[in-house]
């Protein structure tokens, strides 16, 4: 049997991985020859003290390829190499260009210590007990969870959501309008499918660049409004066919400005101008307001059904549920009833039965409430911080939301501060990443300081970092 | 304050509708009038032994639509009725055509005592108590059970879902080619945008209508594919042009057929002979097989990057979990990474985690042993009752999945007897609603009579009726 030689390194590419490249090149150097035994699974995961099951991986790689067989009571052989590129011509180059393109994809840099991301929520804060406490209460109380849900999903949750959607948001709806789904992009895409193809779509920028691209994607005309300090400017919408408009008045992602009254009216009334108009509101963080009264949606306003409204639990709860709803108004939720409902729900039934528990019980409006008094705490933290740095130019998006947007002095470009940064392990967002299309030189330089998911610890450390090249750069 | 009658019916609309629409209506017809006060909703709820929340809700939607209104800390008040439908112009017919839709559309007759759904599993056997632990280990083990995983899904799930395929089905993939999403429809629509719009696609015929469905509506052109007992004839897929076939060759669905090794190659080849050629392997459950071994996936055949394999979590554990994935050829996954990674993962990190462990602990494994005797017994048990059936002339896709086809004596049509069964309140269901255009009316009445949902004694029950119906009618 074979003595194998390998040395894994930690973090490049996973161990299964380097253990099959490694045996690969062996196999292809002529290392190991034709017909020679390889060392059992569990002989050489105890060598290499990893899982037997990354052995196994490894190795079901290399059969599934044909550099090895493995023959039924004795092990795994090297086969024949001769015919061994006969029928996967290519497989070879390919597999490896997919290995490095990998590395580079998933998995995440490990040096990343603190990460700014405007996504992040406190994983520290989480009602974890409780939420247990929920899903172990669906287990044991809910007779039907095997079943799947109604296409627009559970009738109870979406009770719960009009419900709550009511009082938190004056959103006007019965459960029947609400779809609930996978995540924005999904529902997207089906609400593409719902209004038809072919929509001309007018967006913010910067915006949500994600629902960008999914509609961009999903065959819409997709373009730029014109914006002023009010946001979209509503006169610039007559310019062209426009069908529908995607804003979010409450919180403005990733500028954070609030649309006033008068705009949003001069809104509705463009919609109400035209049959087939309508406007998506993403309100996707308006749970976390610090100053003044929560803004009611857009929506409470509708008297005409053009507002469709986009929520989220990806900050009320966390990302990682991935569950969001869409309202629709009437005459598209009968238009999804008569002929989308063939499709399946997206959202597991567990996860929806807890969800509408975790509401239900109050958990939820308490885990809000905890959660506002966390974040503002952070908020005030960054938001004090920042205004003592000399780099710092000016402060946007603030009394809201969970990141704040920093215009910053600094000598190089955007991108190479963000480089620069992470270099430090320390990774924060640029406004450029979110515009749609080429970015003007004379934008000045900003960043996106997402505080949800870092401690006041982690946000100095990481203002320090940002201290470091800016102090010096400015 | 005004005394209200609202008589509560079972099973209709939901409770909170009922109340909706017996105020409004009252209200509509002047029996109680502008300024009087409504009942507080804990005192309407305990009156009419609902939840508050309940009454909450129906009272929401009044207030919503403007026929009541709440002033603070005195209660619910009607408004004056002659500027309610300045406004809301259509509200009211909208809102009772819809409120009647979803009585026909959501609730589930009542009356239906048995359901042989091919889509249904064994509730009662499903391992509650092994699930419910690696739920909690998830909760208990892993950190960052609140950050969403890749696009792609969790990666060690998928190196999991790799191995599993390898050893159960002969799939050979990496992880990176495998995406784990919320179900086959949202794959399918990711899979069009992936493979560029306007493709043409084959399907067989009868099959997974949901399937076509989506592909229709994602811009695919669909045609049906000629057919013979084997199953798709790959001779006519040259008489147009044709970029994808939609095949499920281990076990198609409805019908049963195992499509032979010859017209697997010849299939293979066809893909082959042009660039840009695809072949949609759905394999939707061939876990459960009760003869003989198990058939190999096409895709274990496929040496050209030619097969996109669907696999599904559906009938395995549950439809509740909405948890599929597709495996990719490796240049097409290489487009999803390059292209379409802006696209979350649809599936809760907490489920992929926990159904991550529940297959590599073995749980998996034991749960599919255990369920193919199950499913087994009951299959057994069907088969051998119907064909002490006179009305019965042939059963077909035995052997494997959790439905069988059945061809019956019938003097009426297929739609026909599937309403008189379910008057007795009993669900069977028919081939015809599993075709692709119209109905030739030679087409003998056949029944897919799902066994997974039910025990021995729902099934002779559920025959029970067919034969009164069958009995009388042949």
Known sequence: MKDLMIALQSGKTSLYEQIYLSIKRDIEDGKISFGEKLPSTRLLAANLNVSRFTVDLAYSQLVSEGYIQSRAGSGFFVCDLSNLYSGISGAKTSAEGEATG?????????????????????????????????????????????????????????????????????????????????????????????????????????????AYHVLCRAGCQVRVGEMDEDGLCCGSLDRGPVDVVYVMPSHQFPVGAVMPFSRRQELLDWAKAAEGRYIIEDDHDSEFRYVGKPIPSLQSGD????????????????????????????????????QFDFYSSTVPTQQQLAVCRFMQSGDFERHLNRMRRVYKAKHDFLLKELKQRPWVKKVRGENAGLHLVVEVSCACTEEELLEAALQKGVRVYGMNSYRIGPVEQTEPVTLLLGFGGLSEKELSEGLAVLDGLLDAGS
Chains 1, 2 share one sequence.
């Open 102 to 210: 990998k590395a580079q994809k998933e998995a995440p840099p490990c040096s990343v210590r603190i990460d700014f991301s405007p996504f992040a929520v406190d994983s520290a804060q989480f009602p974890y007990n409780t939420w247990k406490k929920r899903n172990r209460e669906v287990f044991d109380e809910i007779t039907d969870i095997l079943v799947a849900r109604e296409a627009a999903g559970d009738h109870s949750l979406r009770e719960t959501i009009a419900n709550y959607l009511y009082h938190a948001r004056g959103v006007h709806c019965t459960p029947e309008q609400i779809l609930v789904g996978a995540g924005n992009e999904y529902l997207l895409l089906l609400l593409v499918q719902i209004l038809g193809g072919g929509r001309s779509v007018v967006m913010e920028n910067p915006t949500y660049l994600q």
């Open 303 to 338: 008297q005409d059904d053009r507002v469709i409204y986009f929520g989220t639990f990806s900050k009320s709860i966390s990302p990682a549920l991935r569950m969001s709803y869409m309202v629709l108004p009437r005459h598209l939720s009968e238009r999804f009833y008569e």
